[in-house]
């Protein structure tokens, strides 16, 4: 079962340093080599890949989740696609997840990975991304390196 937070739209937080809203850029790795293509909404980055690229974890952090979501059904884009969730903690203790959609996983759930590592292969052309702070999508470009 995916975590409560994937389930509900929730609105997008804007880039703010004021009150020590937002960490600082640049501390998420990207999670494969490829260029970033585009970020739908604001909030899902697209890469482009090919079948069987690795796609590592942007961060140190624990696996919430990895395997298939069963909400995607309703859109054929997104059928048979699984997906990892990395919970993280920042230096101030802010809680921070990434999610990795259409990845087929390698990873299990409460492992603990190191930024860099694998968490799995790519599943097709395309690997959708999404970091959240405190279970808000943010824009995933302002924060990879």
């Given amino acids: 079962m995916p975590p409560p937070s994937l389930e509900k ?3 997008v937080l804007k880039n703010s340093n004021k009150k020590g809203n937002i960490s ?3 501390e998420f790795k990207p999670p494969v080599q490829n260029d970033l293509k585009c970020v739908l909404d604001k909030q899902t980055a697209v890469f482009h890949t090919s079948p069987k690229d ?3 974890a942007c961060k140190d952090g624990v696996v ?9 059904h309703k859109d054929p884009a997104l059928a048979n ?3 990892v969730f990395v919970s993280h903690t920042d230096a101030k203790g802010e809680k921070w997840s990434s999610v990795y959609l259409g990845i087929m996983p390698v990873v299990k759930k409460d492992q603990a990975v190191k930024q860099g590592e694998v968490l799995g292969k790519c599943q097709g052309g395309v690997l959708r991304f999404q ?3 405190n279970r808000i999508p943010v824009n995933p470009k302002r924060y990879l390196k």
């Fill in 54 to 56: 690795p796609v590592v």
């Fill in 9 to 11: 739209k929730t609105k």
């Fill in 64 to 72: 919430v989740y990895a395997g298939k979501c069963d909400q995607f």
């Fill in 24 to 26: 600082k850029t640049g």
């Fill in 131 to 133: 970091l959240r702070k």
């Fill in 81 to 83: 696609k699984s997906f």
